[in-house]
């Protein structure tokens, strides 16, 4: 996952990985905090978000192992991003795609996936259903959706929820990238709670390569079942995570040092922050990671440097209102 800016790379998994940091100083500025924001554009990915990495990597360790044979179709559920980096890595590889996606999701991303190539098959909501809010139900419904055509097609089920390859390329890329972009010091670095794949990947990665580095899980304030340890079934804007579990596969609980609640409300406000103040134009969950970053400079992690991802870009929400 190696780019260079003097020479042509040859096919778009050479532009995977990689992403650039940005220091959040004037946010840190206008909000009158104490210490250092540091956000990594994963917005930057080809595909639009730190899903590329688990993407490549997927389809990597599958054809090494022989799970996946030439030329043999894929096919993932999906709130969108891991869907849309498939669909570019299949399409670089030879492989068809499939993309199972709830219609709950914004509809930019079954059309980015369809523009790679991918076939989409979407799954109406469990009612009630809310545009923008997918729930555990609708989920579900998408897996069930999922297993029938993995069955018909032969295809191979990528599995990003249980697929190891997931937290394993935050661990391998994502953490070490970060870590040597802050000069060897992050004092507090938080995720989201969607597949746990970066959360867990992030962590592992931490907990052996920085010990003294807190790592902070990030969830919906109506679903937070990892903080709770139960499960919770409430809708929420924040696309890609917070389905009301209260474990994650991906994620070791010892290795997380606590919990931020975030509102729809808060994680709108961070959205627009972003765009607003430091021109990074991302989506709900990038917005509820600045709302934890700066509730953490505001009270614990005063005057200490607290990183996050920008998890994807804001292009795909324009018919979400996200942006007024």
């Not at 969108?80 to 030879?94: F, Q, R």
């Not at 394993?168 to 507090?188: I, M, R, S, Y």
């Amino acid at each position: 996952m190696q780019r260079s800016s003097t020479s042509a790379c040859r096919s778009v998994l050479d532009l995977i990985g990689n992403t650039p940091v940005q220091l959040l100083d004037r946010i840190v500025n206008r909000l009158g905090l104490e210490g250092q924001l540091v956000a990594k554009l994963e917005s930057v990915n080809p595909g639009g978000s730190m899903k590329d990495r688990v993407a490549l990597a997927i389809i990597r360790q599958a054809r090494a192992s022989g799970a996946l044979a030439e030329g043999q179709p894929v096919i993932e559920v999906t709130s969108g991003n891991t869907g849309i980096g498939l669909a570019l890595v299949c399409k670089a590889m030879g492989h068809p795609f499939i993309a199972v996606m709830s219609r709950g999701n914004s509809p930019e991303r079954a059309q980015m996936m369809r523009a790679f190539g991918a076939e989409v098959v979407l799954v109406d909501q469990c009612p009630p259903a809310h545009a923008g809010r997918v729930t555990g139900q609708d989920m579900a419904a998408v897996k069930e959706r999922a297993a029938v055509l993995q069955a018909e097609r032969g295809a191979y089920f990528s599995n990003q929820f249980e697929n190891p390859s997931n937290p394993q390329a935050h661990f391998e890329t994502t953490g070490p990238e970060l870590l040597q972009q802050c000069g060897g010091k992050v004092d507090v670095v938080l995720a989201f709670a969607g597949t746990g794949g970066a959360l867990g990947g992030l962590a592992r990665f931490f907990r052996e390569a920085s010990p003294d580095t807190k790592v902070i899980a990030v969830e919906p304030e109506c679903a937070a079942s990892l903080a709770l340890a139960c499960c919770m079934e409430a809708a929420h804007l924040i696309q890609g995570g917070g389905y009301g579990k209260p474990a994650l596969v991906h994620l070791d609980p010892a290795t997380v040092d606590g919990y931020i609640c975030c509102s729809d409300e808060d994680a709108i406000a961070g959205t627009r922050l972003l765009a607003e103040e430091e021109g990074i134009f991302a989506g709900y969950s990038s917005g509820a990671h600045l709302h934890a970053a700066t509730t953490l400079l505001r009270g614990p992690a005063r005057g200490k440097r607290v990183a996050f991802l920008i998890c994807d870009t804001g292009l795909k929400y324009m018919s979400t209102g996200l942006f007024g």
